[in-house]
């Protein structure tokens, strides 16, 4: 796994970077650029598509997305991010992005993330919003743009009551913010699941989790972004059904992402870069 990233470039139409300036971040923005890039997944390699079935949130994770599958601990996870972050500190690339999380964040395919940043994925399978706060300091050297963070899945998976998400994602912003003074802070809603028509093995656990929940749970982390003065990037919308379901094309078991469904992310990530900088001047 290289320690940093840097792809191909893009383009975003003038239209559509207008349109998200004039009306703010646009679900319709969003699925145009999706279809404009679509062709963009012509010949990746479909391992790298997201976390496996049988990987489920809280075991050891895999990457197979190297071509060999082997698997690491946590305490592995934590060296191997701590000694990527350490070689990003010391090549100190221009245009640093960091994606800080979970399985999402993780299996983020390296070809579709946007090519105007350098990227330091940060991400560990099964990761809740405890963990990631104990664990910040693993980058604290990093000089990044940006950072992009998103959590909390695995905590509502696993019971834990909102306020203790509300109260982690809450300190996580504390530590970015004082660790960072110089990097854009972006909290990521936390996404849908597929309920009744998820396949994942932990299928029976998300039928306790209605997504109302996390819509609530989303609103109060938009509510905490706009108090603490960061970016809340509200992907939620463009993941979800009618039904407020996680789109089945969007995910290969219900939780874990698709290819398609990174590239719904990938877009969102394009439109905020190609306008949310160019706001900012950088």
Do not use: C
Not at 76 to 95: G, N
Not at 96 to 110: E, Q, R, T, Y
Not at 192 to 211: C, E, F, I, K, V
């Amino acid at each position: 796994m290289p320690a940093y990233r840097s792809n191909r470039s893009s383009s975003l139409p003038t239209w559509v970077l207008f349109s998200l300036v004039a009306n703010g971040f646009l679900i319709v923005a969003v699925v145009l650029l999706f279809f404009q890039n679509h062709n963009f997944l012509a010949g990746w390699n479909a391992k790298a598509s997201g976390v496996p079935p049988e990987s489920a949130p809280g075991d050891s994770a895999t990457l197979s997305h190297l071509g060999t599958r082997y698997q690491l601990n946590y305490a592995d996870w934590l060296r191997l991010l701590a000694q990527e972050a350490k070689v990003v500190a010391e090549k100190h690339p221009a245009h640093l992005a960091v994606l800080a999380g979970d399985s999402l964040s993780l299996w983020f395919p390296n070809d579709l993330l946007p090519s105007d940043q350098v990227w330091l994925n940060q991400g560990i399978s099964g990761e809740t919003s405890g963990g990631l706060l104990k664990r910040l300091n693993l980058f604290d050297q990093t000089q990044p743009e940006i950072i992009f963070v998103m959590i909390g899945i695995n905590d509502l998976i696993r019971g834990l009551p909102d306020e203790t998400v509300i109260e982690n994602q809450r300190e996580i912003i504390h530590y970015l913010r004082q660790m960072h003074p110089n990097s854009q802070i972006v909290v990521q809603s936390i996404l849908p699941h597929a309920g009744a028509a998820a396949t994942w093995q932990g299928r029976d656990r998300l039928q306790n989790l209605p997504n109302d929940r996390i819509r609530a749970l989303n609103r109060e982390l938009a509510a905490i972004a706009t108090r603490e003065q960061v970016t809340y990037l509200d992907l939620h919308p463009l993941f979800t059904n009618p039904q407020g379901d996680l789109r089945p094309k969007l995910s290969t078991d219900g939780l874990h992402l698709s290819e398609d469904g990174y590239l719904v992310w990938r877009s969102a990530l394009l439109l905020y870069s190609q306008a949310g900088l160019a706001r900012n001047g950088k």
